[in-house]
């Protein structure tokens, strides 16, 4: 399963402990919030906690990591440290919202049974009508347990764990790429090392020594099964890691520019317009 990336060292990071006000129930690891009613984050921000959010009746649009996703009736939203994230929550929405330490969630984190990259590219995932009355019912549960006089932090990890399996039963459905990636273990590894080295290695033939095979060989596997080149998933991980880095920081474009990796502040620029036909600046400001 894949590693957590660590947090940016550049990156502002929202902490649990500054959602202790308004909630239901809660422990020094794990927090529970309702959330009724609209409600609107304007400028994109990161948590360095993990969040599992089940709405009930829902309507507005919740964007992750630049992507927006429609919300919308009895759908489980993921949110993994260090993405990007904002919200409009319209008036009639009634959902519950579990945050979760980075610690807690190593200990249930197996639960999920496929790698974070395919929740992270699937984080909406709909559930059945039986499958929300049993995430209803655990998270119901753990309301309790959290307010019980001695709440049991290894129930409450045992309780999180059925979560997990839960979600990752309802996403099965959604990850196409899957069974790409469990039959293909070379895309899988060469997927985890974009993570691990994305901002330091560029070229296809470090991947590929890592991965003990030829640069053209690693080319061949990704445009045969992912219909992108090596060259590409190593510059989508890079650009979403500046759009994260330009919305939710005020660092300058050339600090931007060292963190990834680029030689100057010009040649990041170009890559940027290349990707997305603006200047960061002009990303930035948008």
């Not at 948590?47 to 709405?55: C, M, N, R, S, T």
């Amino acid at each position: 399963m894949a590693r957590l990336q660590g947090e940016d060292k550049y990156v502002p990071v929202m902490g649990i402990r500054e959602f202790r006000t308004g909630q239901l129930a809660g422990r020094d690891e794990l927090l529970l919030h309702e959330l009724h009613g609209e409600r609107h984050i304007a400028k994109p921000h990161k948590h360095d906690f993990f969040i599992i959010i089940l709405f009930d009746r829902a309507e507005g649009t919740h964007t992750i990591d630049f992507r927006d996703y429609a919300i919308a009736d009895r759908q489980i939203h993921l949110l993994f440290p260090g993405q990007v994230h904002r919200w409009d929550i319209g008036p009639q929405t009634i959902g519950y919202q579990l945050m979760i330490d980075r610690l807690l969630f190593e200990r249930f984190a197996p639960y999920f049974r496929f790698s974070f990259t395919n929740y992270m590219n699937h984080p909406v995932i709909p559930c059945t009508n039986d499958s929300f009355k049993l995430l209803k019912y655990e998270f119901d549960a753990i309301k309790d347990e959290l307010n019980s006089d001695n709440s049991l932090k290894d129930l409450i990890g045992a309780r999180t764990g059925v979560i997990a399996s839960l979600v990752s039963k309802e996403a099965e459905n959604l990850f196409a790429d899957l069974k790409i990636y469990q039959s293909n273990p070379r895309l899988a590894k060469f997927n985890t090392l974009i993570e691990q080295h994305f901002k330091a290695e560029k070229l296809v033939a470090f991947y590929a020594s890592k991965l003990n095979i030829s640069a053209n060989y690693l080319n061949i596997l990704c445009q045969k099964n992912l219909q992108v080149s090596a060259t590409q998933l190593i510059q989508q991980r890079v650009l979403l890691e500046a759009k994260r880095l330009l919305q939710s920081t005020d660092i300058s474009i050339k600090e931007i520019a060292f963190e990834l990796g680029f030689v100057d502040h010009a040649y990041f620029s170009n890559f940027f317009k290349s990707q997305t036909g603006a200047t960061p600046t002009e990303f930035r400001e948008a």
